[in-house]
């Protein structure tokens, strides 16, 4: 059980212009800004949830999870995970979390990833037994066979991203939080991923948080959706309760020669790229066949084409939405 | 213990991938050191004693800082390159692991090319008590070998005062490099030479003094006063305030931007 009330944590940033006289100016006085990096967030995932974590960069992702991993003390408010509090039981909380960052590794870097491993199994104090059942589990699940005996600088990111999650989860972690897990990986390796991860949710119960820019993964593995912008939770629902909200919401591909696109209330243009535009409908105050016949009257259209918002789309809505 | 030589095997293992690099370090590190001592001994062939101190005996004070502070740089070293641990996020993932800090920070550098000082630090030695005439009881000895662990202990904690700073600033503080190398190079004399306020200076703010200075005054016999011995333990005394300053800086520790 994780729950987080208003937490709140502002950095000082160092205002900076460019240029020499500038830099030496700020040797004298600094002006300092603050950034409300998360600003009173609040929220509970039960045992056993799967939660996709999503927002803008800069939007406080990152962040959360360093606060509830243990790694950043908050300025204000509450944060119970599993009756403790990460900064201030720390060493005991690590035990039950495990932590996947997608761009930095575990590993250690000139050495056979088994050595790591081991290494891992001493420092969480993982009984042989255990390490081993886990070992094997793991590495029949994530299919990493000779990848072990290979050190972990010679790995291709998605072999490395697979020992790395295996890593964070020798000690049998009961939370795991993965930031930016399939970042740069190719489709395979995503996919490998993304089907690991939902099997180790059904069948060993685990809570996993995942921070994400990849709407793919979304829609794989996220039941439940917390959005978050310039340190606010703005949503907190299922990706279907978010696909209803814009409900009806529909998007209008068009190919055209001549003219200019109509601006009307309900329309809203996305994308426009020599003599194609793709807008989208808002038909609680413009319904389609209007929209069609406004474009039609003021465009020549070649081509039109009306689907529903995928997930991509319907995030960048929401950015827009909340102007995040 | 068994996981400090678990991360031991690990960095010995990552050693094995770049062994001529580390032949060529530890040559390297035992040249540099072996001019500092040439320089000590190409003075004192011209004036023969300086500030009423025989070349042993110089030798002794020197070999005393060099092996302190080459042990602490073999087993602290972490701390010494730790502004860069917080730059790349390295000191994210000490955190999530359920053992203290200051212990992962220690085991996660080890310089095994220190060794080539090490070297030097015993050959020091050697010669200052072959050539010297001093009385070696085991009470010396003893008060010898407490001398250069205090000593060790004594350059790992200015290690994590510089690592605390760079809690605060990004980058850290070359004004520590005063202390811990120029630290080494004041070392390699007895620290009266440099007159009544720098002694003074490194008796109460920075206390080398207490492990290389007071504790050979009683070793070379000039002094009999038995509470000189009990000098270097006044290092324990120092590791309080060091140890505050550290844990401010991992309360204010803000992470990086990933």
């Not at chain 1, 606060?67 to 900064?87: A, F, K, Q, R």
């Not at chain 1, 989860?169 to 993304?194: C, M, N, Q, W, Y």
């Not at chain 1, 995942?210 to 629902?237: F, N, S, V």
């Not at chain 1, 474009?295 to 020549?300: D, I, K, M, P, R």
Request: one cysteine or more; aromatic letters at 12%; a neutral charge.
């Amino acid at each position: 059980m994780i729950e987080l009330a208003n937490i709140s944590k502002t950095f000082k940033v160092a205002k900076r212009t460019g240029g020499f006289g500038e830099a030496v100016k700020s040797l004298f006085r600094r002006e300092v800004t603050y950034v409300h990096a998360l600003d009173g967030v609040s929220f509970t995932v039960g045992d056993g949830e799967m939660v996709g974590y999503i927002g803008p960069n800069g939007a406080g992702k990152s962040s959360t999870v360093k606060v509830m991993s243990g790694i950043l003390t908050p300025d204000s408010g509450e944060c119970v995970i599993d009756g403790l509090c990460p900064w201030k039981d720390r060493k005991a909380h690590v035990k039950n979390i495990g932590v996947v960052f997608g761009q930095r590794s575990q590993l250690w870097w000139d050495v056979p990833v088994i050595d790591s491993f081991e290494l891992i199994r001493d420092i969480y104090a993982v009984p042989e037994a255990v390490y081993l059942r886990n070992r094997n589990r793991l590495a029949e699940m994530l299919d990493l066979g000779e990848l072990l005996k290979t050190p972990a600088r010679q790995l291709s990111l998605g072999q490395r991203m697979r020992c790395e999650i295996a890593a964070s989860l020798l000690h049998d972690p009961k939370i795991l939080f993965l930031d930016e897990p399939t970042i740069g990986l190719d489709a395979v390796s995503k996919i490998a991923v993304r089907d690991f991860i939902r099997e180790l949710n059904r069948d060993r119960k685990t809570t996993v948080i995942l921070t994400t820019h990849d709407m793919q993964d979304i829609e794989a593995l996220a039941e439940r959706i917390l959005l978050i912008g310039k340190g606010r939770i703005l949503l907190d629902g299922t990706l279907e309760q978010l696909k209803h909200r814009n409900t009806g919401e529909k998007k209008l591909t068009v190919e055209y020669t001549g003219g200019t696109l109509p601006t009307m209330d309900g329309l809203t243009l996305l994308h426009r790229q020599s003599g194609r535009a793709e807008l989208s409908v808002d038909p609680g105050i413009l319904s389609v066949s209007d929209a069609i016949a406004a474009l039609s009257g003021q465009v020549e259209i070649t081509d039109l084409s009306v689907q529903g918002m995928d997930t991509e789309e319907l995030v960048v809505s929401l950015y827009r939405e909340f102007r995040i | 213990m068994k996981l400090y030589f678990r991360y031991f095997s690990i960095h010995l293992k990552s050693l094995m991938q770049y062994k001529a690099s580390f032949l060529l370090l530890t040559v390297g590190q035992f040249i540099t050191s072996f001019s500092a001592f040439l320089g000590i001994y190409f003075l004192m062939s011209r004036f023969h004693t300086v500030n009423g101190f025989a070349l042993h005996e110089v030798l002794l004070f020197f070999a005393v800082t060099l092996m302190a502070f080459s042990l602490a740089e073999c087993f602290a070293r972490g701390f010494d390159v730790f502004p860069s641990m917080l730059g790349n996020g390295e000191f994210d993932r000490i955190l999530l692991r359920p053992i203290h800090p200051v212990f992962q920070v220690i085991a996660s550098k080890m310089e095994f090319s220190r060794v080539g000082r090490l070297l030097q630090a015993v050959l020091t030695f050697a010669l200052a008590i072959g050539g010297g005439e001093v009385q070696w009881r085991w009470d010396k000895i003893l008060l010898l070998v407490l001398m250069i662990f205090s000593g060790a202990v004594f350059f790992a904690a200015l290690f994590v005062v510089g690592a605390s700073f760079s809690f605060f600033s990004t980058e850290g503080l070359e004004v520590m490099n005063i202390f811990t190398d120029g630290g080494r190079e004041f070392g390699r004399y007895p620290l009266s030479v440099y007159g009544k306020e720098m002694l003074r200076f490194y008796t109460f703010i920075v206390p080398m003094a207490l492990f290389q200075y007071y504790p050979m005054l009683y070793i070379l016999g000039r002094s009999e006063n038995p509470w000189l011995c009990a000098a270097p333990l006044g290092i324990l005394v120092f590791l309080l305030p060091v140890s505050l300053v550290w844990k401010l800086g991992v309360r204010h520790y803000r992470s990086t931007g990933s």
